[in-house]
């Protein structure tokens, strides 16, 4: 078998991995980075590219306030003891440190002021400024032939497929903000009139989102000189006499190869929500491998199989980062519905036509109500979306744009009663979809008289700050709207995720643990490889990214023999 040799060898092409190679280059380590698929850019080229970062260089701009000591105390009552806390903290303390690198290295990003923490009802919660969201990438800065090499986003991020679209758009234009028709012309323009660049490629130029995050970071991995393998899959760890992980055995182009790495392995390749016999034995049920809103082909749990045989230590498999999603013809992973659900005018109903959750609640809450409602014998998988002819004229939902932009007869003929079911009355519309009337009809008349008092008396829908982010503003409750004029609309949900939670068990350095608690020397895991340092929470929009690059930042600076040291020890099991 032929070998060949690197200080350190990336595993994975996320964005925890790109930032590690990154960073472990420009250190003077010769680094290898390896993909299992064809295209780089894992998950995270599929994400929002949010990053969940307290006190971070845009929050003065943005006008918000916040300090070391609050964020700590909120993270540490979200992870509720599934985490330590030298780890909560070193993520507390190092998250602006590494945002600050990734603006050093070409990636900019900016403080959502208003994008609330996920618990606003948990003390130490910000109303915003803590998630930031990516500036705008010029693709032609990585060029056409590299951005083919990297894995598109997916079509919910884009404007009828094509056009990239930023988080600060999509709020102006949902909560139909004043400027937001302008914006939606100006997208439009700057796509349709920038011939020279797409007569290369029908990608869009402006890259926003996940998109603009990989790019950014393939752009600067270029720039450092770091090499990069795709279609080449791990196989095993190799470990020396002393239990020391010395290197990687792949597979690349039908051949094994032994891979040595003098400083280190970091494993970074995603979960393991596309292993159907990981997901039977660790995942609460039901639980389908097809659910998921993740890349197919990847995230099968290859590297955390390779971690455990070597005495690694698991935690949090019963835990994922849970979205309601749905299955659209022609795409390749089921779509995750992270924000429509959250518009007035519409609701979610088990089978019993009965509403069990607050629509505009965190996603990953979301996914457990549907599982915790389908185990009380009340179906909630799938669960149905419904909304009415007003709601469809004005908003999107899911694949289907407004209907005063894309109107039913536009759709295509296979959706129906596939995609999206429509029925003139309520009554007709649940034997369709083969809910209970009666309830059905209960839930609307409810819907539509919290709609007029403003108050959701059943699970205060819209009282809180977070779920107001993505409202309508001009109705006396931000997310309530009438459900009562015909046709009427469903679509169904079923309870996926963008990546399991659970993985290798790691320090504050990312260094892997076995069965004891000590030490795997030479092994080192990030994001949804890793136990996600969040425990079963999902603190605010970026709490995946953000953790999986800063601890990938820390890793590296353990490696390098700079480790990163805690500053605030005084925080260290202090009651909260």
């Given amino acids: 078998m032929a070998e060949q040799e690197y200080d350190v060898v990336v595993v994975g092409s996320g964005a925890g991995a790109l930032l590690g190679a990154i960073r472990a280059k420009e250190q003077g380590l010769k680094t290898l980075l390896i993909e299992k698929t064809e ?3 894992g998950t995270s080229a599929l994400s929002g590219g949010g990053i969940w970062i307290p006190i971070n260089y845009d929050q003065k701009h943005a006008g918000v306030k916040d300090d070391l000591e609050t964020a700590f105390s909120y993270m540490k009552r979200c992870v509720r003891g599934m985490a330590t806390d030298d780890r909560v903290l070193a993520y507390v303390e190092t998250a602006h440190k590494m945002a600050d690198y990734l603006r050093d290295i070409g990636i900019p990003y900016r403080a959502m002021a208003k994008y609330a923490d996920y618990y606003p009802h948990i003390e130490g919660s910000r109303p915003g400024g803590r998630t930031m969201d990516p500036v705008d990438f010029n693709a032609a800065k990585l060029g056409v032939e590299a951005l083919e090499s990297m894995r598109p986003g997916p079509p919910g991020n884009q404007l009828f497929g094509r056009m990239s679209i930023n988080a600060f758009e999509a709020h102006s234009m949902l909560s139909r903000e004043l400027k937001s028709r302008f914006t939606l ?18 990608r869009d130029r402006r890259l926003t989102g996940g998109q603009a995050l990989i790019a950014g970071l393939l752009t600067a991995a270029r720039k450092a000189g770091v090499e990069m393998w795709s279609s080449s899959a791990l196989k095993e760890l190799v470990q020396d006499a002393s239990g020391r992980v010395t290197g990687v055995i792949i597979e690349k182009s039908g051949q094994r190869q032994q891979i040595n790495a003098k400083r280190g392995v970091l494993l970074a390749a995603g979960g393991f929500e596309r292993n159907q016999e990981m997901r039977d034995q660790y995942l609460n049920k039901p639980s389908k491998a097809e659910w998921t809103a993740t890349p197919v082909g990847g995230n099968t749990g290859d590297a955390h199989r390779a971690g455990q045989a070597v005495g690694a230590q698991l935690h949090l498999m019963d835990w994922s980062w849970g979205v309601p999603t749905m299955d659209v013809p022609k795409e390749p992973a089921f779509r995750g519905i992270f924000v429509e659900r959250s518009l007035p005018g519409c609701m979610v109903v088990n089978a019993k036509g009965q509403r069990f959750l607050n629509e505009s609640g965190p996603y990953p809450e979301f996914q457990q109500a549907m599982l915790a409602e389908h185990a009380k014998g009340n179906g909630g998988v799938p669960a149905w979306i419904v909304f009415d002819a007003s709601f469809r004229a004005q908003n999107p939902m899911g694949p289907l744009m407004p209907g005063s932009a894309v109107p039913d007869s536009k759709l295509r003929r296979s959706w129906l009663n596939n995609v999206y079911w429509k029925g003139e009355t309520l009554e ?18 409810k819907m539509t008289e919290y709609a007029q008092s403003g108050k959701d008396l059943d699970f ?4 809180n700050v977070f779920d107001r982010y993505y409202g309508d503003p001009r109705m006396k409750n931000p997310n309530l709207g009438a459900i009562d004029k015909g046709p009427f609309y469903a679509m169904r949900l079923w309870p996926g995720e ?4 659970g993985g290798l068990l790691t320090d504050r350095e990312a260094r892997v643990l076995d069965a004891q608690g000590k030490v795997i020397e030479g092994l080192y895991c990030v994001g949804n490889n890793s136990a996600s340092v969040m425990g079963p929470a999902y603190a605010g929009a970026g709490s995946t990214l953000g953790p999986a690059m800063t601890f990938a930042f820390r890793a590296v600076a353990e490696m390098s023999g700079k480790p990163l040291p805690l500053e605030r020890t005084d925080l260290l099991g202090k009651a909260v």
């Fill in 428 to 445: 007709d519309l649940a034997a369709q979809i083969g809910v209970d009337a009666a309830g059905l009809k209960d839930s609307a008349r």
């Fill in 460 to 463: 205060d829908r819209g009282g």
């Fill in 185 to 202: 012309i100006g997208i439009m323009l700057k796509y349709f009139l920038d011939y020279p660049w797409r007569n290369k490629t029908r």
């Fill in 39 to 41: 295209l780089f850019g």
């Fill in 498 to 501: 963008i990546g399991t939670k």
